[in-house]
């Protein structure tokens, strides 16, 4: 099977199930989106030298593959089994978000993105990923949108903002206040 098949010259792409969108189109945007947040998440993956979180970004980098899928899938001509970030990836991020902060200082102001590079690549992350919030909650005021979409990209933002600061307390560096 050849990568490129033409179809898409025209300004259009196809969802799972067969319908042809605009490629402006928010249902587009929306899976578009999540696909830069798992890309950025890839870089992070590949920067970080903290060993424990390879497999943390990895299973995230899968559960947002499962939210793009279910955003490129048709509302109209909905598979037989659905695609869905597993219900448990909620609780598997606030566990670990609760984990990093209980060794970090307590914030009492604004942070500013910087520190190292991969610090960030978190907050270009985080910022992806909010951008790809709004557009699924916009979304999800016109087409079905399975909640646990929009609360994976939420908690994902949340891991973001402190896996940024936990990587700059990990090195020695403090958050730019």
């Not at 970090?104 to 993105?113: H, N, Q």
């Amino acid at each position: 099977m050849k990568i490129y098949t033409r179809k898409g010259d025209d300004g259009t792409t196809s969802l799972m199930g067969g319908r042809r969108l605009p490629k402006y189109d928010l249902r587009i945007e929306s899976y578009g989106t999540v696909d830069e947040l798992i890309s950025w998440l890839g870089l992070i993956r590949d920067s970080i030298h903290i060993d424990e979180f390879q497999d943390h970004l990895l299973y995230l980098q899968g559960q947002l593959m499962c939210a793009a899928a279910t955003l490129a899938t048709d509302s109209e001509n909905p598979p037989v089994r659905e695609i869905l970030p597993e219900d448990q990836s909620i609780q598997k991020l606030e566990e670990i978000i609760d984990q990093m902060e209980a060794t970090l200082p307590s914030l009492s102001s604004f942070v500013l993105p910087g520190g190292n590079s991969v610090a960030s690549y978190c907050h270009i992350a985080r910022c992806v990923c909010r951008r790809s919030e709004r557009a699924v909650v916009r979304l999800s005021h016109t087409e079905p949108v399975p909640p646990i979409v929009t609360k994976l990209l939420n908690r994902t933002s949340d891991f973001l903002f402190v896996l940024s600061r936990y990587i700059l307390y990990k090195s020695g560096n403090e958050d730019v206040k």
